[in-house]
């Protein structure tokens, strides 16, 4: 059973229920009950028309739910076993469902879950594993999420850069379960850009396929951090990388650049090297100037710092560095490999040590340990 | 979206406000603060953030290899150790200011004459799984 096919179906098949008059919570429910009857029947017996089958299904049990809870509550609420079509939807449903689960009224976690189960089609306890928590906790918190956005209109517009935030989220935090999360990102993201016409959008979908790319050589067989420079480029995934460069030169040719854009940019640029050594970096701290212009982000400032001790020089990049507050996070790391290029190993193994202790990783700070133990073992000798 | 360890000491961190031991309690005030804990972990559990939360004896035992073919040794408990772990609570929550209210909430648990311990809690991060996109 093609499993893709059938989760891809998930947010048409819940806009369907909803502009039929279902409330959101109950019309997700049952969209996620049809969803498991489909892994149960299709197999042995797959419907010729996936879609109508699912919408069918899942119509049905929210007509059941609902009943079962009219009886309950011994009313006699009477509702349609065949709706008329409702009004043409101004707006894409399945570009509603990205607004509604990413609403702002939602919490980063929430809004994660949510559109992973909404969107994605993905089960409670998918997302569970893949956020390391009880399913029971999952379940609340994604009830919760319903409850929260159950008053927003669903033909509302909503704002892209929320829904870019919360892919992003999903391609750039989890762990790996039974969930590639990193897969699942790109596929929704590449289902949003077929719904909307938007650059950032595009930015986004790029900047995921030229990460994406690289992934295989981004840790060694022992689960250690292997560093950009270090990384085998024969091996990056040159498909995805001609994807995302094709993706990105169409939305930068629109001339509305945003920080999904620049960020992108700044990863074609590193997909393009030949060898580590061939680094534009010239260029890189061009587009770390527009993206500090877009985000005013300090990551942004200290990752612009590393540009330009490559493009300049280790001092040029120390001088960089020491205008941005030693606070921020892998602040001490950089200084660190700052010292060590400029010749300073004393200086650069202090600081690894200091940076391995402040890590907020196990990979991170294992991989400053061994740069600590080898400035150490060098200077030692 | 990160997990915090809410740890709990019998020893080891500075005395609380409310300080008398629970032995010298009353026994409504035990099932009071009973009460609190587990009302606190259900509300948890209902707002999606609550992982784990498990007590500890106070009493173990220290374990080390001891070479090729022979048992390992153990020794203690040693009545000195200076930080003595009671329990913990592992939320996952979206801030560290929510991880900060959390545990100021917890600490408010109810004791002697009813009135909160104002117990200190050591609250510690999780490290995480690292970022995809870092450059």
Known sequence: MDEALLRSLTPRVLGILVRRGADFAAAEDAVQDALVEAVRVWPADPPRDPKGWLVTVAWRKFLDTTRADAARRRREDLVEEEPAPGPTPAVDDTLQLYFLCAHPSLTPSSAVALTLRAVGGLTTRQIAQAYLVPEATMAQRISRAKRTVSGVRFDQPGDVATVLRVLYLVFNEGYSGDVDLAAEAIRLTRQLAATIDHPEVAGLLALMLLHHARRATRTAPDGSLVPLAEQDRSRWDTRSIAEGVEILQAALARDRLGEFQAQAAIAALHADAPTAGETDWVQIVEWYDELARLTDSPIVRLNRAVAVGEADGPRAGLAALAALDDALPRHTAVAAYLHERDGDLATAARLYAEAARRAPNLPERDHLTRQAARLNARRGR | ?135
């Open chain 2, 1 to 135: 979206m990160a997990k915090y360890l809410l740890l709990k000491h019998y020893r080891g961190a500075p005395a609380a406000v409310n300080d008398v031991p629970m032995d010298q309690w009353t026994p409504e005030e035990i099932s009071a603060h009973m009460q609190y804990m587990h009302d606190f972990a259900a509300r948890l559990e209902g707002t999606g953030e609550f992982v784990d939360g498990q007590a500890l004896a106070p009493e173990g035992t220290f374990v080390r290899y001891d070479g090729e073919g022979r048992p390992p040794v153990t020794d203690g408990p040693f009545a000195e150790t200076k930080d003595l772990i009671a329990g913990w609570m592992v939320i996952d929550v979206d801030s560290y200011e929510r991880a900060v209210e959390l545990a100021g909430e917890l600490s408010a648990a109810p004791g002697a004459g009813g009135k909160p311990i104002h117990e200190w809690l050591e609250l510690r991060p999780f490290l995480t799984a690292p970022p995809t996109i870092r450059e």
